[in-house]
Each structure stands twice: as structure tokens, then as C-alpha cells.
């Protein structure tokens, strides 16, 4: 029986570089990764962060002042993302120290718990582990893997979760089929924040990500492929019951 094993790749916005100096989150993406496959499960939400956006940070993710400030404050959204990424759910993070540095100081504001940091993996670390001396960002190792990052004129958390998906699963030795963005994701349980309610804000700074097409025959197999994982947890749990 193979072993069941949940991943989650995440990425944040930010106003800043220090959660300690003033700034604060603006955005989470993640993406559920069951044995290195996608199942479709999303979790996307918007942070009115409280404070103005800095020119600096709005050039590059193009996330304002205007539309932020009808978005939930993390402490309306802090429980639903910790349901979703799960209690001990590895966390796939392309420079980790500084995701997690954000949500971290953002938990203990509310004074919940941390997220332990043995839980990241850092695909920045990964990478040059990989190819030494060579550039590992992620425009970079998109680059290297010829994989489509033409509508990353901004960043976006939920786009670059779903292209650093795309590069870890090169970094472990090659892509699974099936890996894209589904528009239609199923909802993750979590409200207001999953993908298949959320609105990415005005065209002129926030870019839908490109679909990978896949074929209807990939598409079956990978859903049953997810099914017999799903019943295999679920048959170790009865037995552990």
C-alpha cells in the first residue's frame, strides 16, 4: 500500500520585508499537493493589511491601497488557513525564512500558535543543492524547466504557488501530469478565500494564470489515482481506530 503523504505549496504578498518594522501580509496562495499529484484543493485569500502600500511594494505585486481595503483583516481569515494547511502538512516554500517569518508574526499577534519551521521545505535551499552557482529564483527555474511563466508580469501569491508547484516537481526529477490551476477548484471548506469564490481584483495589475491543458484520459486517471489515496487514508484510519 503506497503511503499517503499531503503537501501544501504556498506563497505570500507582503507591504514589506519585516513583519517587525511595520509591515504585514497582503496575500496567501496555496495549492494541495496528495503524493507529489495536484488534487485541485486551493486556497486563496486577500489581507487588508491595516496600513498604506508602500510604492515599492504595489510595483510588484500590484496589490493597493483601494482594493485591499475591502478585503478581511487576518485575524477574520487566520483559522480557515490554519485548517487548511493541517497540522503537520509539509509546507513547499521558495525561501521559507521569509513566508514564514510573516505568518508567523502574524499567528502570535493573535496569540496562536507558530507554525514550526521544520515544517518548511525551502525550494530556494533545494535548488542550489541542485545546480550550484546557478541563479534560483523562480523566474529563473521556470526558465530552466521551459515552464510557461509569461503571466507572471506581477507577482500573485496563488500563481506563484501554482509555478513553484510546477518547479518542485521538476526538483524532485519531473513533472506529473495533470499539474495545472483549475479555475473550478473545489471549495476547500474554508469560506471566503478559496479559489472558486475569489476575485482577483482589476485586470490592469492582477492576471489570471494560464491553464495547462491536459486530456480527458489524464484527467480520469489522475482523479482515480487521488481516489485510491483518499480510500487508502481512509481505511488506515479505521484500523488505527
Known amino acids: ?45 486577500y489581507i487588508n493589511p491595516e496600513r498604506p502600500m508602500p510604492k515599492e ?30 497540522d503537520d502538512s509539509v509546507l513547499v516554500i521558495h525561501n521559507a525564512a521569509f513566508d514564514m517569518k510573516f505568518l508567523n508574526a502574524e499567528l502570535e499577534w493573535l496569540n496562536k500558535p507558530r507554525i514550526a519551521m521544520d515544517r518548511a521545505l525551502d525550494t530556494v535551499q533545494m535548488a542550489r543543492k541542485k545546480f550550484p552557482g546557478s541563479p534560483v529564483s523562480l523566474d529563473a527555474l521556470c526558465r530552466r524547466f521551459k515552464i510557461d511563466n509569461s503571466n507572471r508580469t506581477l507577482h500573485g501569491a496563488l500563481l506563484d504557488s501554482d509555478l513553484l508547484a510546477q518547479v518542485y516537481l521538476e526538483l524532485l526529477g519531473g513533472r506529473q501530469h495533470g499539474l495545472s490551476l483549475d479555475p473550478n477548484a473545489q471549495d476547500t471548506g474554508g469560506g471566503q478565500g478559496v479559489v472558486g469564490k475569489r476575485v482577483l481584483g482589476p485586470k490592469s495589475n492582477r492576471l489570471e494564470p ?3 491543458a491536459i486530456s480527458e484520459q489524464e484527467l480520469s486517471a489522475h482523479q482515480a ?14 484500523q488505527e481506530a
Open 1 to 45: 500500500m503506497l503511503e499517503y503523504m499531503r503537501e501544501i505549496v504556498l506563497d505570500t504578498e507582503t507591504t514589506g520585508l519585516d513583519p517587525y518594522a511595520d509591515h504585514r501580509l497582503v496575500e496567501i496562495g496555496c495549492i494541495e499537493l496528495v503524493n507529489h499529484m495536484p488534487t485541485g484543493r486551493q486556497y486563496h485569500q
Open 57 to 86: 511594494a504595489f510595483d510588484v505585486h500590484g496589490l493597493g491601497d483601494d482594493f485591499l481595503k475591502d478585503q478581511p483583516v487576518f485575524a477574520e481569515v487566520a483559522d480557515d488557513f490554519i485548517e487548511f494547511i493541517g
Open 210 to 212: 494560464r491553464p495547462h
Open 225 to 238: 489515482y487521488i481516489e485510491s489515496k483518499v480510500k487508502d487514508a481512509l481505511w488506515l484510519k479505521k
